[in-house]
């Protein structure tokens, strides 16, 4: 069964890839705006993923990264694969640990980037070995690189649709 959501979520993204983050950005707000913090855990985390990713401020990305991950808390892998049979909410985590350990990290606030970034490296058994694998795992060890050096720079290689 087609789900009306999340494919309105896939179009905004889209806009994002294509260069248009502000469309993009205010599309999911509107979405967001439609279903809230009580929304289905689905919705929420996608769209909260997908959302902190259009925030050069790393405290409002971070503000959304963390709505991703508690709705992620909220979801099953029933909920998940009722969208895609092949989705394991365990996956979900080494990326979302991740983006909050960037975060924290771009924020300056190392200790809690360490225990983020000790998250997503205690998760990443669970990602397949395939080309989205390779690049969380590559993320992971840049952003525990950039944690030891205290580096607060936004990476080169973060995920694209900022500004």
Known sequence: MPDDTMTAITHAVTLG????????RESLLTLW????????????????????DLYDDAA????WDIRA???ADSLT??????????LDVRGFYPSLHLNLA??????????????AITAAKETLHTL??????TMIRTAVE???????????????????GRR
């Open 128 to 133: 397949p070995e395939n080309p989205y694998g």
């Open 33 to 52: 705006n439609s279903f809230g913090p009580q929304g289905d855990p689905l919705h929420r985390c996608t769209l909260a993923h997908y959302l902190a």
């Open 60 to 63: 409002e990305a971070l503000t």
């Open 102 to 115: 960037d975060n924290y990290r771009r924020l300056g606030s190392f200790a809690a980037a360490r225990r």
């Open 77 to 86: 892998d029933a909920r998940t694969r009722q969208f895609d049979s092949a």
């Open 17 to 24: 890839h294509e260069g248009r983050p502000d469309e993009a």
């Open 69 to 71: 991950l508690d709705a």
């Open 142 to 160: 840049e952003v525990e690189a950039a944690i030891a050096a205290r580096d607060t720079s936004r990476r080169a290689s973060a995920p694209t």
